[in-house]
DNA sequence: GCTATTTGACCCCA
DNA sequence: TGGGGTCAAATAGC
């Protein structure tokens, strides 16, 4: 309609991105990190449909981070994960940038998952410490909180079957992948864990999260974002 | 009323 | 030209 008029000629697109990150998880989406999904679509020769998610940051911070997630048709049950863009939001600076930005005191600076550094925004103490502002963020009422893991250790409840860095200039995932099956098996803690939906209710959260504490999947090796 | 999700349309790229 | 990625209005839920 009229829209279309005000509408820019060009748009950014994840897939031109140098790398992707390609991770199959079975039963849920979720990884911990705040998503926002924002676009559907079938996908030929597919039987599930694609979901889009980006950063619920992105528009705070101008974080890039998307990640695309399509249901596997050959196992129901595992679930395509393709991450596009890395985190600013949760590495330092990101997270500097964050805090500035929104001109908030430092010390409600909101938790956030960090995918790539152990270095991100914790302010004291332990990286599960929660910040007791909770109200912090503006637009993210709902989900005022993210968790800082440490590196490599990104997955939450999950049976990780596969991480594979993905080139997609070249290569099509080979030597970077990785076999987790032998990953604990910890199974959808809660039945807030709703597959693509990616909603996690955060105080169920909490609870889920600190009981795997030192359970958590580790990527010794597997580099996730490059 | 605010925020997230849905979904059709638009646009880029192979 | 068609498939795929993203936008943004409409809608739903809290």
Known sequence: ??????????RMRASSESTATRVEKRWTAEDGLIWRKYGRKEITHSKHPRLYFRC??????????????????DDLSLYVITYF???I?????????????????VKKQPFVI???????????GSPWQNSDG???????????????LPEGRAELGLKV???????????PAGPAAADLSSSPDVSCPSPAWDPL????????????SFDFVGEFINFDGITLYQ
Do not use: M
């Open 1 to 10: 309609g009229a829209a279309a008029q005000t509408r820019p000629k060009r």
């Open 197 to 208: 939906s990616c909603c996690l209710e955060w105080d169920q959260f909490i609870e889920s």
């Open 89 to 105: 939001c949760c590495q330092g600076d990101g997270a500097v940038a964050a805090a500035e930005r929104e001109e908030e005191d």
């Open 85 to 87: 863009g890395d985190h």
């Open 114 to 124: 960090n995918f790539g550094s152990a270095t991100a925004s914790s302010t004291s």
């Open 56 to 73: 619920s940051y992105k528009h705070d911070i101008g974080c890039p981070a998307t990640r695309q997630v399509q249901q596997s048709d």
């Open 161 to 171: 079957t596969k991480v594979e860095t993905t080139s997609l200039d070249s290569q």
């Open 134 to 148: 909770g109200d912090g963020r503006s637009k993210i009422s709902r989900s005022p909180h993210a968790v800082c």
